[in-house]
């Protein structure tokens, strides 16, 4: 294998008039790790389905091993080792089919003849999932998987092919931390057989921990590159913004009135009951490793799930919803997570997404939408979230994914509630879009109790005034965001502290 497996020069893309890729010259060496990092809207994407065979370039060279390289599509890039896992986990597996046939898919669609010996199927995907260390039955539908269980198949199936270039686009978003570190172990390892390997994330954990150098783009070039015994993590940023990022500064206002008060709530059968309140123009973001509890209790609130047992009181007054239409009703706002999934209609334009679930308040007589008052709504919450785009009415696919989550995010802003759940408001996106976020977050919380779940403590630390911990469904601590312990922090979120003490 020669020292460059990838060599990109001069590569262009363009959709119409918009110039995604503007030049691209870049080196991806085998067996290396080179972090790709690069706002929203930096040209990430259009690289990575140029290189997987889902566009073609406009103009500019790509070369695999020395050799041009030019797929016409996913299946030749598939055959040469380029293998992606896409962000989307939904691009990497078929939720109706079960885990054996994902594992074995491109198998299946060359005619290997597989089908024929569902026997030999299952044998052979147990020895691809052992491979990446996932113990799973392979005959369970992919559908009723979790997350963070369909991420591990669609990277079994990508290691399948022994590739040689291999893509991975935030892959650890959904995983929790055990499973980060089966990922970094299997990667250390492709790494070990030379294999290039191409790292797409804006997580500093993720980056310090497999960083053999650092490539950041800006407008669709390569802004800057960062390799040696000590990289540059400051300097990579900076490359990819165009100016400094500043530490944000928490002003801890005073609290209002109690909002939402819960009591003695479990929310599993063997969970220890906890209690819980949120008081208006206050903050609090819950932090948890995947499965902690996190989304459970957004559930809860959302009437989405029934509580085990305990009380809830809104405002004063019982609150125990039985569906989401109720929780709205009384003032309960849900961003769910995975926004691809459950947040974002492909279909409809950013104005109909934006006001999706208001579309009552803006009906006139026999319900027929005020598109006036609709387009005036949409092009509010647009200014409040500083969503890139042309208009109101671009499909909400036209965007890039932080732009389509200032969208989903921007739904649930645009209306007064009384609680505001935001179930991981920073998925996928970069730092900026981060911090534009959480500044319009802050900003809106006057007249509400706003609760922000996150798994990473950065994003908890810009967002919040005060960082409540879930571990084993329950609350194990309880943060005012100012000289915060960050090592008893992190021992509550690992599950090390000491279990037997109360939160403060």
Known sequence: MTSQAITIRGLTKAFGRNAVLRGVDLDLPAGRVTVLMGANGAGKSTLVKVLCGVHSADAGEVRLDGMPFAPAGPAAALRSGVVTVHQNINDGVVPDLDVASNLLLDALAEGGGLFLNRRRMRADARRIAAAVGLEIDVTRPVAGLSLADRQLVAIARAMAHRPRLLILDEPTSSLSLAEAQRLFALIDRLRAEGVAILYISHRMSDIRRLADRI??????????????????????????????????????????????????????????????????????????????????????????????????????????????????????????????????????????????????????????????????????????????????????????????????????????????????????????????????????????????????????????????????????????????????????????????????
């Open 215 to 504: 490539v950041s783009m800006r407008d669709g070039q390569v802004s800057g590159l960062f390799e040696g015994p000590e990289l540059d993590y400051s300097g990579a940023v900076r490359a990819m913004l165009g100016h400094e990022i500043t530490e944000v500064d928490i002003t801890i206002p005073p609290r209002g009135a109690v909002m939402l008060q819960a009591r003695g709530l479990c929310l599993k059968p063997e969970a220890r009951p906890f209690d819980l309140t949120l008081h208006k123009n206050e903050v609090v973001a819950i932090t948890g490793l995947v499965g902690s509890g996190k989304s459970a209790l957004a559930s809860a609130l959302f009437g989405l799930e029934a509580p085990i047992s305990g009380e809830m009181r809104l405002d004063g007054m019982p609150f125990r919803p039985t569906n989401a239409g109720q929780a709205v009703a009384a003032g309960v706002f849900l961003a769910a997570k995975d926004r691809l999934i459950n947040a974002v209609i492909p279909g409809f334009d950013i104005q109909q997404n934006l006001t999706l679930p208001f579309t009552a308040r803006h009906s006139g007589p026999l319900s027929l939408i005020r598109r006036a008052a609709e387009r005036a709504a949409a092009e509010r919450a647009i200014a409040a979230m500083g969503v890139v785009c042309q208009g109101p009415r671009d499909g909400i696919l036209t965007l890039s994914g932080g732009n389509q989550q200032k969208v989903v995010v921007g739904r649930w802003m645009a209306e007064a509630s009384r609680l505001l759940i935001l179930d991981e408001p920073f998925q996928g996106v970069d730092i900026q879009a981060r911090r534009d976020i959480g500044r319009r977050i802050r900003a809106s919380a006057a007249e509400r109790a706003t609760l922000v779940l996150c798994a990473e403590i950065d994003e908890a630390l810009e967002v919040a005034d005060r960082i409540l911990v879930m571990s084993e469904h329950t609350i194990v601590g309880d943060h005012r965001n100012e000289s915060i312990d960050l090592a008893r922090l992190m021992a509550e979120v690992s599950g090390a502290a000491d279990k037997t003490k109360e939160p403060a």
